[in-house]
């Protein structure tokens, strides 16, 4: 059974930085285009980033040159390196595939930028 679990979030301040990580249970996830998504409670759940079984990456406008997403195929896991954070950034982030499997969310992380 297909499994995501988030780590690494929490409490930072404006400027700062956090890396996130996502392990994914499922062979399967190793040819998958994977995602970073987040969520704050006034907002749908947004994509942030996408990465592609041979890496090639994608960013929403707003995280360009701020954030990147990566991947260890051999231990299915995605990583997003989120740098110069800002207090808009806070949210739960999820990943996921790409598009969204909606039977496997994950509980996501809570990352929450103090100004």
């Known amino acids: 059974q297909a499994q995501l679990a988030e780590s690494g979030g929490g409490l930072v301040q404006a400027g700062g930085s956090l890396r996130l990580s996502c392990a994914a249970s499922g062979t399967f996830f190793s040819i998958r285009t994977m995602g970073w998504y987040r969520q704050t409670p006034e907002n749908q759940r947004e994509l942030v980033a996408t990465i592609t079984r041979d890496h090639t990456t994608n960013y929403t406008d707003s995280v360009k040159g701020r954030f990147a997403i990566s991947r260890d195929t051999d231990k299915n896991l995605v990583y997003l390196q989120m740098n110069s954070l800002k207090p808009k950034d806070t949210a739960v982030y999820y990943c996921?595939?790409?598009?969204?499997?909606?039977?496997?969310w994950g509980q996501g992380t809570q990352v929450t930028v103090s100004s």
């Open positions: 996921n595939t790409f598009p969204p499997m909606q039977n496997i």
